[in-house]
Structure formats: C-alpha cells, structure tokens
C-alpha cells in the first residue's frame, strides 16, 4: 500500500510545499505552513484517490439565444447598482470586504430588503451572528418586514440543500465565507482549503442556477481581503467598502467587475437608522472647508462616470531634522516626491529644509495623476503663506520635465464645479476649449512655472492694492 502524501500549505497565499518550513517561499509569511493531507488538500477531493472518471460531452449553444430572465437585478439603493454596474447579475459571485463595523451587513441587509420587497426571494445566511442577533439589525435599520428568508448555518452541503427547496433564489447572501466549511475538505473553518472549496462550490451553485451570490470576507490588517487571494480570481466582482472611524461616511469601490466598469464607487453616509445615500458626494467632501486658509486646494476628480471634488490640505512648515519628514495621506507617496522634485527643479521652489504634510480632506482616496496640479498649488501656497481663491478649482497632470499634460472629462469636471458654486479653474492648455461661465476666468498654464509665478504674483497684488 502506497504511503499517503503529505504536503504543507500556506495559509496566507495558498502556495503548496511539500517540507516545513517557517516561512513561506511565495508570500514571505511567518509560521504560516500547515500540515494537510493530498487528498484533501490543493487539488485533492474524494476522487483524488480514484482512478479519473471517462469526460461526458457538453452541448453547444449559439451566441444568439433568448435569455429567461432580466440578466440583472436592481437593487433600488442607486450607489450600490453603481459600484456594481447596474445591479447584480444574475449567475454571478460577487465578493465584498472591507475592515471589521465597516458596515458590511448592514449594507447587505439594508439591499436585502429591499430585493425582498420588490418581489425577489433573498435568502440571507450568517455564519457569525445567530437568527436573533440578526434579528435585530433588521429592526434597527428598520428591514423587519421585509420578506427576507434568514438562517444561520455553516455548512456548505446544508446550505445547498436548503437552497435547492422551494423556488430559485434571486440572492443569497453569504457572511461570511471565512466560516463556511465543506465535508470535502478536512481542514478547519478560516483555513485556505476551506475557503477555496466553500467558494467553489457556491460560485458552482450560482453558476447552475442562475441565483446571484454575494460573499462577504474579512479584511486583514493590510487592508487585503482574509483567505487565499485564489478566491478574488473565482469571482466576478470584488467590491471594497472603505471609510474612516473618526468620519461618518463610507465608500464603496469596484476593484474587479466581469459586468461593469471597475472605476466607480458608491458613497453612503453612515446613520443610527443603517447607511444612507448620497448622491452628491463633492458636497459631502468640501463641507468643512475653510476657504481662507493657506495651503488648501480644490481638486476636480472622477471617479468613473462621476465627477467628485474634494479638498486637498498642504502644510509645509521649517524642519530641525537633517531629512525633512514627507507624510502623505490619502494620495500616493511617491507622486508626492515626484511633484516635490519638479517644483524645485524647474521652478525654483525649494522644500529641503522643510516638512512636509499632505491631507485629503475627509478620508478620500486619490489614484489618478490628474490631481498633481492641485498638489502643487496647495504646496506652494503653504510655502508662501498665500491663501488660493476660495472659487477656483484645479486639475491636471505634471510631466518631469515641468509641463502640464491634458487630462480626460475636463468638462464633466467644470461642470461639476459649476454647479457647486466655482467661478474660476486652473486647468492643462490645448485640446478642447473649456465651455460655460467658468470658462471664461480658467487659467490654463502651459508649465508648472506659469502657476507659481501666477500664485506668487498675487502677493504683490494684494501689495499693491494695499498701498
């Protein structure tokens, strides 16, 4: 009788090795490798062992044919169909993480219910919390008539048994995928065969039946989704719901879509009555704003579709250290030292005897170039003490060589200033002419120069003016 293989798995990555060791080759993790069987381990099952079943042919079908159902499920809450790309779509898996009391289930109940309502049968299965524990939630955030199908199991085989009675289910919400556990795998709840196999055979599921599936995952201290990264290629979708403790809001951002745009994001405001949600987010991000502080711009975003301006928050003060602290939050570190350099070699601004500190105002999250503009005019405008206008709104991108590139949906972007109340904008030359009221006090710099020399004249006017 042949010797059982055993073999060692990462808990962190998934990566199989077949010796113990202390810390894992593909991931770097420490004390991470733990002992599993081949033939319930990565690529094991109940017919690892057997000699492989004759394939059966699969049938053929056209591109062409009639669907039964709407391909997707509108969910009624606005920011969710939008980060999701106009609702579920039906057969799909979708997973959702983010850090723990982010607002994760309530979210999902609240989506729930209103799936219910609308005549869809949702079925809602916790494997953290108990029925009544759920319970009450749905009576905080007023859900409790809804006609939501609740339980709580975590048993994949059960799970499935119970899903199979009755009519099809529109969505099934499972939170969350790091409790489930299979009779197929021998590990136990949390660990990488376990996640794999519980999430293959829901997606299975959702895939045969045509119910959508939401998976809900932990976040690790990293701000990555717990378990195998494995399980985030299974899926179709991995939205991320992100905010800060000290403010109420909440984001929620596509990361991968099969069925949508990957660029959009669904802001919410967190409430005692659940989440709420808002539809003008550029409002909610310059609420506090303090237009006559130095060091303070406003940048003209997109996020997706969606125009959003948010405040950028410079401060630059003399530094006793020999390297100078560089403290960013809410943007890219290195882009910040990119615009730092450029400032002091093609436009004679000099910040090595200085700290500097980069906020985005209320917890946001920049990506994209287009906001090098409005940090280096928050940079200059803390250096020189000199306060930016209050109506004036910035966007675009700086080149090494200290141009100032073209950007797309610049007139989405004006025209969500506009609407706000912004007279003016600073903004890349060339390509279309900017149209509409603001247009016609833009300023559009062909160098980054042209905008410092612009900032730092304003001190000589305001001189002027005084005498």
């Known amino acids: ?139 905080r955030l007023g859900a409790a008539g809804a006609p939501v199908e609740l339980a709580a199991e975590t048993n994949v085989e059960d799970i499935l048994a119970t899903l199979s009675e009755g009519k099809r289910a529109d969505l099934v919400i499972l939170d969350s995928i790091q409790t489930l556990w299979t009779d197929l795998a021998d590990s136990a709840p949390g660990t990488v065969t376990q996640v794999r196999a519980a999430a293959q055979a829901m997606i299975r599921y959702a895939k045969s039946t045509g119910s959508a599936i939401v998976l809900v995952g932990h976040v690790t201290k990293e701000g990555q989704i717990a378990g195998p990264r494995v399980v985030e290629h299974m899926v179709d979708g991995v939205l991320y719901f992100e905010g800060e403790g000290g403010h109420h809001f909440r984001i929620l951002r596509a990361v991968k879509n099969r069925f949508g745009p990957t660029d959009e994001i669904g802001v919410f405001e967190m409430s005692d009555k659940g989440l709420r949600e808002v539809p003008n987010p550029s409002e909610l991000f310059l609420g506090e704003r303090h237009a006559t502080s130095p060091g303070a711009a406003v940048f003209a975003g997109m996020e997706g579709t969606r125009p959003v301006l948010v405040e950028i928050q410079a401060l630059v003060a003399p530094s006793t250290l020999g390297t100078p602290r560089r403290a960013v939050v809410g943007w890219d570190s290195p882009r910040l030292a990119m615009v730092l350099a450029v400032l002091e070699a093609h436009c004679g601004v000099r910040f090595g005897q200085h700290d500097v500190y980069l906020n985005v105002a209320g917890g946001y999250r920049i990506a994209e170039p287009a906001a090098d503009l409005a940090v280096a005019a928050a940079l200059v405008s803390s250096l020189t003490g000199l306060a930016l206008p209050a109506d004036c709104v910035y966007f675009g991108e700086v080149s090494l060589s200290g141009a100032v590139r073209q950007v797309a949906h610049a007139q989405q972007r004006l025209k969500e200033a506009e609407k706000l109340g912004f007279g003016q904008a600073v903004l890349p030359s060339g390509g279309e002419e900017p149209a509409g009221a603001i247009a016609a006090r833009s300023f559009q710099p062909s160098t980054l120069t042209d905008l410092v020399i612009r900032i730092a004249g304003s001190k000589r006017g305001r001189g002027d003016d005084a005498q």
């Open 1 to 139: 009788m042949a010797k059982s293989r055993v073999q060692f798995v990462c808990q962190n990555c998934g990566a199989v090795s077949p010796r113990w060791a202390g810390k894992c080759d593909d991931c770097g993790a420490w004390n991470t490798l733990v002992e599993d069987g081949a033939g319930g381990g990565i690529g094991g099952g109940p017919q690892a062992l057997r000699s492989p079943r004759k394939g059966r042919p699969v049938a053929l079908v056209a591109l062409d044919g009639e669907i039964e159902d709407a391909p997707r499920i509108v969910s009624g809450i606005a920011e969710l169909d939008r980060a999701t790309g106009g609702g579920f779509v039906r057969g799909s898996a979708l997973l959702v993480g983010g850090d723990p009391g982010i607002g994760k289930s309530t979210l999902l109940m609240q989506a729930a219910a209103s799936l219910a309502k609308r005549g869809n049968r949702v079925v809602y299965v916790s494997g953290e919390e108990a029925v009544a524990q759920v319970r009450l939630r749905a009576q």
